[in-house]
Antibody
């Protein structure tokens, strides 16, 4: 059973960038897609985008299109999410999750433990 | 974007109670509906996928139903560990959107 392990908490200044990692514990991501979902304080979960490491294909939510980049390392064992031009509203817990897809449906499972990103001057 | 609306936003219940949470999509999503449970400080956990399929390892006290725009999550007999926040999520089309959550509290 794959487990996803994320990097630690970050504190950033407004206008800067943050890069959060998500590592597959015990293996690689194979052909699975990895999604990034964030949760700001008191807000609903928000899908940001995802990547299929095997094919290096990405899909981003329009809300983040200009500011987010999702990449993977050459070994397809770690996925990265970089968010630029940070503002206070980007303070949130960022989760990676495996985006499972079958012929009939799709879901997020399992999830990483989450990474708190705090944007503050 | 598809708007997902849950009701109620919060709910108080007792151990052993049967509870139902409703999720409505702003447009039809067939059965592309998932349910997650989240406890404070923890990541969401998948409970139900494809509207009614129980994820492996999830107790059979959880069940889901619905299709189109209206869906329900039912817990047939509340256990102490079930007090948490529950989210629905549509996987019909990108961007994949979530409901605002239903916080289930102990009465």
């Amino acid at each position: 059973q794959v487990q996803l392990v994320q990097s630690g908490a970050e504190v950033k200044k407004p206008g800067s960038s943050v890069k959060v990692s998500c590592k597959a514990s015990g293996g690689t991501f194979d052909s699975y897609a990895i999604a990034w979902v964030r949760q700001a304080p008191g807000q609903r979960l928000e899908w940001m985008g995802g990547i299929i490491p095997l094919f290096q294909t990405t899909n981003y939510a329009q809300n983040f299109q200009d500011r987010v980049t999702i990449t993977t390392d050459e070994f397809m064992s770690t996925v990265y999410m970089e968010l630029t031009s940070l503002r206070s509203e980007d303070t949130a817990v960022y989760y990676c999750a495996r985006h499972m897809t079958t012929v009939t449906t799709t879901w997020f499972d399992p999830w990483g433990q989450g990474t708190l990103v705090t944007v503050s001057s | 974007d598809i708007l997902m609306t849950q009701s109620p936003s919060s709910l108080s219940a007792s151990v052993g109670d049967r509870v139902t949470i409703t999720c409505r999509a702003s447009q039809t999503i067939s059965s592309y509906l998932n349910w997650y449970q989240q406890k404070p400080g923890k990541a969401p956990k998948l409970l139900i996928y494809a509207a009614s399929s129980l994820q492996s390892g999830v107790p059979s006290t959880f069940s889901g139903s619905g299709s189109g725009t209206d869906f329900t999550l039912t817990i047939s007999s509340l256990q102490p560990e079930d007090f948490a926040t529950y989210y629905c999520q549509q996987s019909s089309s990108s961007p994949y959107t979530f409901g605002q959550g239903t916080k289930l509290e102990i009465k």
